[in-house]
């Protein structure tokens, strides 16, 4: 057999020989050494995920054969594309799509950073964020192997400005305390993940 078996699409059938009459193969499906107690030939083996299949043969009075090697690879769905790509400063609604090479495939989503999984959003049309999120997304297709998870980061910006009509403003925007109320209500506004940002300056009543 071939030590490198082309990609294949649904399942792929391998054929395990040996030359030696009277041998039984011996083989493993998981990349382990096969040994006197793995499982025993007695037919083509169909695989319907990579794997590595390894071979040995044994005969009664003779030394056990060689490993045999054979890798065969599921071909595997696009890894899909999101976009835009991940940013630090949307300051409103922000529209993500995403998209697959593969006709045909679903995609699946989260917007939370967890992993994808068969229970996740089906992708459907753009995602609205409102709010600082990280987006993944995975697609499958019967008879591939599902896609690598592409993921994209996005952080909102919230700004808040002191307010000129706290009775503790002397007008000239230096006042701690309206500044410590401003600095609460940015914390406020934030959601979990979100950075809020302090600057200094001089207020303009007009």
Do not use: H
Request: hydrophobic share 35%; charged share 10%; proline share 5%.
């Amino acid at each position: 057999v071939p030590s490198a078996y082309p990609t294949f699409v649904g399942s792929a059938d391998v054929t395990l020989l040996c030359t030696t009459g009277g041998a039984e193969i011996r083989y493993t499906t998981d990349g382990s050494q096969p040994t006197a107690s793995s499982p025993l030939y007695t037919g083509p083996l169909t695989l319907t995920s990579t794997a590595t299949v390894r071979a040995k043969a044994f005969a009664t009075g003779m030394t056990e054969s060689a490993v045999a090697t054979l890798t065969v690879t599921q071909q595997a769905v696009a890894t899909p594309v999101i976009s835009p790509p991940s940013t630090t400063g949307f300051a409103s609604n922000l529209d993500v799509t995403v998209t697959c090479a593969t006709p045909g495939a679903t995609v699946r989503y989260t917007t939370d950073g967890s992993e994808p999984s068969s229970g996740s959003t089906v992708y459907s049309g753009a995602i609205t964020l409102t709010t600082s999120a990280v987006v993944k997304a995975q697609a499958s297709l019967t008879g591939l192997a599902d896609s690598a998870v592409a993921a994209a980061s996005y952080a909102k910006v919230t700004t808040i400005y002191v307010n000129a009509v706290r009775p503790d403003d002397g007008g000239d925007g230096l006042s701690w305390a309206t500044a410590k109320r401003t600095l609460q209500a940015a914390a406020d506004a934030a959601s979990d993940g979100c950075t809020v940002l302090a600057t200094n300056g001089v207020y303009n009543a007009g």
